[in-house]
């Protein structure tokens, strides 16, 4: 008991607002659960309810206290009414630090609180993390100011995977979802209206797979992959998630149809992740040579690239430009995510392979547009997998996911980051009860994505739409030619970079 104590105090006696204490990372004991020492905070959060988890907290005595205002809570579980926690809050509202006394653990922390704003909420799946089947899986929001959880679909309702939901810059009307199964398609939600869509054409590799919205509303950007899963046998590696073929197009919303170009559909290249820029004058995406597998699985590296993208005629430009080289590095990346305010990218980085919520070593890094150096999201990461992340609507907070929790479950974290690109300490999602619900949670947080407002989502209109057996086909054409085909034509009309095989969804 004594040496959990002096744990305790020493790892609290030092925080610091730009999140240097990592105190709590790893699997260890932590003395409080969550971890919730040193962090930033928006002032509209949820109350930061945690458990001592140290022997000689039964009795222990916590004190808040910011400004004019101060509160108590007794006992192992410090648990807020939610006026409370409202009025201490409101304290420090425009910036202002939270003060924590523990006794008898004779300790003390502070949470710091931002003067940004944070956004309505976020939106996420959930998903039991396995290999050959989906399991239960479900599409949710969150109201980020207290602990309502609103299930948009499940797949109880159909027996079908959801995935791969998408909201432009936070708009919540704005919405993409896929549908994989027996009703497979795209479902497409764009103001109040809402239309499926079979994705798959005569020459493309599948179906559209990762998407991302055109600030305009007008375009969505998405990858077609082909994807496979292995197993490793070395230690401290369980699965392998890859791509052996990928490219890129932009679906025309107003002309249902799909814009490709030679230099984002190479039969030598594998593209992915695509992602615009604030000003939609720019695609960024991921690129790797293609690699033979499993032979060298290991040498499957991306790149950061961009090309020029005019919204006016829906045409990309003829050269790509390399934006990061990380395979010089020895590294890859994914999921380049631009902030709204277009002065960073936020990416994570890894060893190889596509995939990073598999390899323990993913950090979360940042590409600074003015001055193009590249740094890591100090406050972000931890000595487990970092992977999925999404920008707040005014780019100071940014949602992630990782499994620095237990190393098996993906946890949903939040972040704050300042105008020079200072990350504070990451916190994770507030619950009710975190100790309870996280240690029965046996589903991932997965593509957590910021919302400006509540989604407003018809469930039953949703299921009549996926449930029907009409789908809209997508048309498509090349980028600078006028000559658009239909679903009904061949693939010698389109010069597809591989075979038409449906991309797979990544387990998570």
């Known amino acids: 008991m004594r040496r959990h104590i002096l744990i305790f105090t020493l790892a609290l006696a030092v925080v610091s607002c730009s999140g240097s204490d990592r105190f709590g990372d790893g699997y260890g004991v932590r003395p409080i659960y969550p971890d919730y020492v040193g962090v930033t905070i928006p002032s509209s959060i949820a109350p930061l309810n945690f458990v001592y988890t140290v022997e000689g907290a039964e009795d222990a005595v916590t004190t808040f206290t910011c400004g004019t205002t101060s509160v108590t809570i007794r006992g192992r579980e410090v648990e807020w009414k939610r006026k409370e926690w409202q009025k201490l809050l409101s304290q420090a509202k425009g910036g202002g630090e939270i ?23 976020i939106a996420y799946r959930l998903i039991c993390p396995g290999y050959e089947t989906a399991g239960f899986i479900g599409i949710y929001e969150r109201d980020l100011s207290t602990f309502d959880e609103i299930p948009l679909m499940e797949n109880t309702q159909l027996n079908d995977c959801f995935n791969c939901h998408s909201f ?12 994989r199964g027996n009703h497979a398609a795209t479902i497409l939600r764009r103001g109040g209206e809402m239309t499926a869509y079979n994705t798959k054409t005569p020459s493309t590799l599948g179906t559209c797979v990762y998407p991302y919205w055109h600030p305009s509303g007008d375009y969505i950007a998405y990858s077609t992959n082909t994807t496979r899963q292995c197993f490793h046998v070395r230690p401290g590696q369980l699965l ?22 030679p230099n984002v559909r190479t039969k030598e290249n594998w593209e992915t992740y695509p992602a615009f820029s604030p000003d939609g004058r720019t695609l960024y995406f991921c690129s790797c040579p293609e690699r033979e597998i499993p032979a060298e699985m290991e040498k499957i590296k991306y790149n ?16 790509n430009e390399l934006v990061i080289d990380a395979v010089s590095k020895g590294k890859s990346i994914a999921f380049p995510r631009p902030s709204y305010d277009g002065r960073y990218i936020m990416y994570s980085l890894f060893d190889y392979a596509t995939f990073p919520i598999w390899h323990k070593e993913a950090d979360l890094w940042l590409y600074d547009t003015a001055t193009g150096e590249t740094f890591p999201a100090e406050g972000a990461n931890s000595d487990d997998a970092e992977s999925y992340h999404s920008w707040s609507s005014n780019s100071r907070w940014f949602v992630f996911g990782s499994r620095r929790d237990d190393g098996r479950f993906t946890r949903a974290y939040i972040c704050h980051m300042d105008e020079n690109g200072v990350c504070g300490k990451a916190f994770m999602l507030p619950q009710e009860h975190p100790l309870r619900y996280y240690s029965a949670h046996d589903r991932s947080f997965n593509v957590p994505e910021f919302i400006s407002g509540p989604i407003d989502f018809d469930t039953r209109k949703a299921l ?11 048309r498509y054409r090349w980028s600078g030619s006028d000559k658009i085909f239909d679903a009904t034509s061949g693939a010698s ?14 387990p998570n």
Not at 493 to 506: F, H, K, P, T, Y
Request: some cysteine; aromatic content about 10%.
């Open 493 to 506: 009309n389109l010069e597809s970079s591989s075979s038409s095989i449906d991309g797979v969804q990544a």
């Open 99 to 121: 003060k924590v006394y523990s006794s008898p653990m004779d300790s003390a922390w502070t949470i710091y609180v931002s003067p940004d704003p944070i956004d309505y909420g």
């Open 240 to 261: 392998e998630v890859y791509d052996i073929a990928s490219d890129l197009q932009v679906y025309d919303i107003r002309n249902n149809c799909l814009i490709s170009s």
């Open 304 to 319: 950061l690239y961009k090309v020029s993208f005019d919204a006016a005629t829906g045409t990309f430009g003829e050269e």
């Open 168 to 179: 432009r810059q936070t708009e919540p009307t704005d919405l993409s979802l896929h549908v």
């Open 464 to 474: 009549k739409t996926i449930t029907s057996d009409k789908r809209e086909n997508f």
